[in-house]
Nanobody, 122 residues
């Protein structure tokens, strides 16, 4: 398993931007799909975005498509989530995840970070 540490969360006004980072420790980073999930208060954790091990394919939740971009740097063991045009409904704790299977479901990931809070409010 990889150890994952997220950073970059914070408070931003609607329409603003944030970039989340997830640093992974471990030699198997390049063999894992990476995903971002989020959980708002009182709601289930939901899929946001995922990227394949080589970084060639990405998939997004419909709610963030066109606004968020996932990317990875396998030389530095980091995955990013660039978030633009943020909305109040994007407010949540954002989690980074790593797994051999990946995909949109939680069960495709075996390693999870502790999460970073994103708050979108005027």
């Amino acid at each position: 398993q990889l150890k994952l540490v997220e950073s970059g969360g914070g408070s931003v006004q609607p329409g603003g931007s944030l970039t989340l980072s997830c640093a992974a420790s471990g030699r198997a980073f390049g063999n894992n799909a990476m995903g971002w999930f989020r959980q708002a208060p009182g709601k289930e954790r939901e899929f946001v975005a995922t990227i394949t091990p080589g970084g060639y394919w990405t998939t997004y939740a419909d709610s963030v498509k066109g606004r968020f971009t996932i990317s990875r740097d396998n030389t530095r063991n980091i995955v990013y989530l660039q978030m633009n045009s943020l909305k109040p409904e994007d407010t949540a704790v954002y989690y980074c995840a790593a797994g051999r299977r990946g995909g949109k479901g939680n069960d495709g990931y075996g390693s999870w970070g502790q999460g970073t809070q994103v708050t979108v409010s005027s």
